[in-house]
């Protein structure tokens, strides 16, 4: 067992490398790829990427939609509200939610949205609240109707409307995420075609990403920390079409550490299985990878359960190096910004 802390994987970021808006093109950006075992680091174009696949790999997406989960009101009494939907309850008008106001909101509390909507404070769930909207309506159309696409904490604009469809993967399917699997912005529909032109096959795995992703890690000791849950599904397809890759010697490349925790929790046996449910697998220096080869991902930010992830993947001191040399090399960071390939062989 590894024993590291929280403050090991801290690094200074300029702010001025925060990507604010996307590149005009999905494939634009550039690509820092590192191979093992010696993880040399090479300056690339996302565009390269194509170039480092073959018809013996597998690229493993994951097909979550982001659905518009950030809603503004208010209480009767006028104070302003803002609602970040952290999951809706299944065929149903509740919701989990986080809530910002000058005051937290009581049992019972009628909160007034847009057009008309309003919705109620059931009570608490933890640091959330269960939220119970018009009967009349279905959740799902509220939220289409007045919702705000819910960009990351560290996007300090406002959204606008060409975040509805850039902060959203082309291949985009099942709606649940409140924030983006951004390694998959990348891609367009030009390089999707590419890749099939190329005969590299690709699977789709499921997970919501929650907005616990970008909650800080609270305790010093990463042992002591209590994972956020998020739900996963693995189809047999993916599960089948993983083990055609493993018996030919191809590898399993995740789009994303969206990806790589829906597949490395399907695989706690130690081999990939169908299955889905929520999953709070947090993985960190010292796990042993079960399905994962090589992994396409984008700049976690510091002292986060994403780079703990990544460090886990490549070793700590190769990936902290790589952070240093994206640094110093003014690459953008975080959601809209720029890529990593990692590839283990």
């Known amino acids: 067992m590894v024993f590291m802390k929280k403050s090991d994987f801290y690094y200074h970021l300029p702010e001025n490398l925060i990507a604010q808006y996307p590149l005009p093109e999905r494939r634009a950006s550039r690509l820092l790829c590192m191979r093992g075992p010696d993880w040399e680091i090479q300056d690339r174009m996302f565009v390269d990427f194509i170039d480092m696949i073959d018809a013996r790999d597998l690229l ?51 909160i007034e949205l847009d057009q ?27 939220l289409e109707q007045i919702g705000h696409v819910p960009l990351p904490p560290y996007i300090t604009r406002a959204d606008e409307h060409a975040d509805l469809s850039r902060y959203q ?15 998959g912005l990348h891609f367009d529909l030009e390089t999707m075609d590419m890749i099939k032109a190329k005969g590299v096959a690709t699977a789709f795995v499921t997970l919501h990403v929650g907005s616990g992703t970008f909650q800080p890690v609270r305790t010093e000791s990463l042992a002591d920390h209590v994972m956020h849950h ?6 047999s397809e993916t599960v089948a079409a993983v083990h055609r890759t ?43 990878f079960n399905c994962v080869d090589a992994l396409l991902t984008n700049f976690h930010l510091p002292e986060s359960t994403l780079l703990m992830l990544v460090a886990a993947f490549v070793g700590y001191e190769p990936i902290m190096k790589a952070y240093r040399h994206a640094i110093v090399q003014s690459y953008r960071f975080f959601s809209y910004g720029d890529a990593m390939f990692l590839a283990r062989h």
């Open 169 to 183: 993967t082309v291949f985009a399917k099942q709606p649940g995420a409140v924030a983006a699997p951004t390694a």
């Open 116 to 142: 008309m909507h309003q919705c109620r404070v059931l009570g608490r769930a933890g640091d959330l609240f269960e939220l119970e909207f018009d009967s009349a309506t279905p959740l799902a159309l509220i």
């Open 230 to 235: 998020e739900f996963f599904s693995v189809s």
């Open 246 to 288: 493993k018996e030919s010697g191809g590898r399993v490349i995740a789009i994303g550490t969206t990806a790589v925790r829906a597949l490395e929790s399907a695989s706690k046996s130690g081999q990939l299985q169908t299955g889905s449910g929520d999953t709070n697998l947090f993985i960190t220096p010292g796990y042993r």
């Open 60 to 110: 493993v997406f994951n097909d979550t939609r982001v659905i518009p989960a950030r809603l503004f009101g208010k209480k009767k009494t006028g104070g302003k509200v803002e609602i970040l939907i952290e999951r809706v309850q299944q065929d149903t008008n509740h919701a989990i939610a986080h809530i910002r106001s000058s005051k937290a909101p009581k049992r019972d509390a009628v």
